[in-house]
C-alpha cells in the first residue's frame, strides 16, 4: 500500500479507555452494569430525568478529571503530519469525551455528539457545559429552565454529521477504526462502506471486534501501544 493521502479513522470508547473512562460492552463496561435503554434513549429521559441528568454528571466527572493518553497523541500527530503533505486524516468519532481534542486534533467529528456540551430542548441551543445538569438549570440562550439535556445522540436519535462522514468515507483511500465493538449502528456499518470501495481497512483492538470479519487488516494490542506503531508504520 502506497502512502495514505485521506485517512479515514473511527475511533471508539477502546481509545479512552486506558484514560480511565469506562468502554460499553466489556466485562464490567457500562452497559454490563446499566441498562442504557433506561439512561440512552429519548424514552428513558421523557420517564425519569433526574436519573438521566445524573447518570451523565457522573459521566461528565469522569471526562473532566481525565487526560489524553498516548492513542490521542498519536492521532494528533498523524494528523497534523498529513496535513503537511497535503492529504487529510478525518477524525470520525463516537465518544462523547473531548480528549482527541485535548491531545490536539483540530477537526473532530462526534457523530454521537459531546458530554460537555448541553442542548435546550426548548431553542436548540448548544452551549459548553462541563458543571452538573438538573432540572433547575436553565439555558443561557433563552432562559428556559428544566430544558437542558446533555448533547449526545441517544438510541432510536440521529447520529450527528451525516454528510461530513459519508462525504470523507466516499473519498478516502484507507479506513481505520480504532476501538470500538462494531456493535453500534450506523457506525458499525463504515468498515462495509469502505470495502466496497475497494479501499484497504484495519481494526486496531484490544480483541477482534463484532465485525472482525469486515476488515482485510488488524492489529491487537491495546491502543496505547498499538495505534501509535500502527500509524509509523504508515510514516505518520
Ligand atoms: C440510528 C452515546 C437511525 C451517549 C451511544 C441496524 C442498522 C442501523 C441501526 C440499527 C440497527 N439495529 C439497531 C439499530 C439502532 C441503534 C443500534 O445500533 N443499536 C445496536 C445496539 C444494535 N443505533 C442507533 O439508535 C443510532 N441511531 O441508527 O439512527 C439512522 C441512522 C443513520 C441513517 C439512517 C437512520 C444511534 C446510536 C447512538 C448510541 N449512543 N451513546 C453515551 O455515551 O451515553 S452508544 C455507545 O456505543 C457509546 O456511546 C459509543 O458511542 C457506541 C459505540 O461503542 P464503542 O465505542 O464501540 O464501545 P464498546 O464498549 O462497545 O467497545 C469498546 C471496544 O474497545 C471493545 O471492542 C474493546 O475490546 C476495545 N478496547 C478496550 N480497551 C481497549 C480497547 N481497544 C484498544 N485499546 C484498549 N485499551
Known amino acids: 500500500m502506497g502512502d495514505p493521502e485521506r485517512l479515514f479513522v473511527l475511533t471508539g470508547a477502546g481509545v ?18 446499566f441498562d442504557p435503554m433506561k439512561l440512552a434513549t429519548p424514552e428513558a429521559y421523557a420517564a425519569d430525568p433526574d436519573e438521566v441528568l445524573d447518570f451523565y454528571d457522573h459521566r461528565r466527572r469522569g471526562v473532566v478529571a481525565a487526560a489524553p493518553n498516548a492513542a490521542h497523541v498519536a492521532l494528533a500527530r498523524a494528523e497534523a503530519r498529513l496535513a503537511d503533505r497535503g492529504g487529510r486524516l478525518f477524525l470520525c468519532t463516537q465518544n462523547v469525551d473531548d480528549l482527541h481534542e485535548r491531545a490536539g486534533s483540530r477537526a473532530v467529528v462526534h457523530m454521537h455528539g459531546e458530554l460537555l456540551k448541553a442542548r435546550c430542548t426548548a431553542c436548540d441551543a448548544v452551549t459548553p457545559w462541563r458543571n452538573d445538569l438538573n432540572r433547575a438549570s436553565s439555558c443561557p440562550a433563552c432562559g428556559a429552565a428544566g430544558r437542558m439535556r446533555p448533547d449526545v445522540v441517544w438510541f432510536g436519535e440521529m447520529p450527528m454529521h451525516r454528510d461530513a462522514i459519508e462525504a470523507a468515507l ?25 470495502r466496497r470501495r475497494g479501499i484497504p481497512t484495519c481494526e486496531i483492538n484490544l480483541e477482534p471486534s463484532d465485525n472482525a470479519d469486515a476488515f482485510d487488516d488488524a492489529r491487537y494490542g491495546p491502543a496505547s501501544a498499538a495505534l501509535p506503531r500502527y500509524l509509523a508504520d504508515l510514516g505518520l
Not at 16 to 33: H, K, M, N, Q, V
Request: proline fraction near 2%.
Open 170 to 194: 466516499a473519498e478516502a483511500d484507507l479506513f481505520v477504526a480504532v476501538g470500538t465493538s462494531g456493535a453500534v449502528y450506523p457506525a458499525a456499518g463504515y468498515v462495509r462502506q469502505a
Open 16 to 33: 479512552s479507555a486506558e484514560s480511565g473512562l469506562g468502554t460499553f460492552r466489556d466485562r464490567g463496561g457500562i452497559w454490563a452494569r
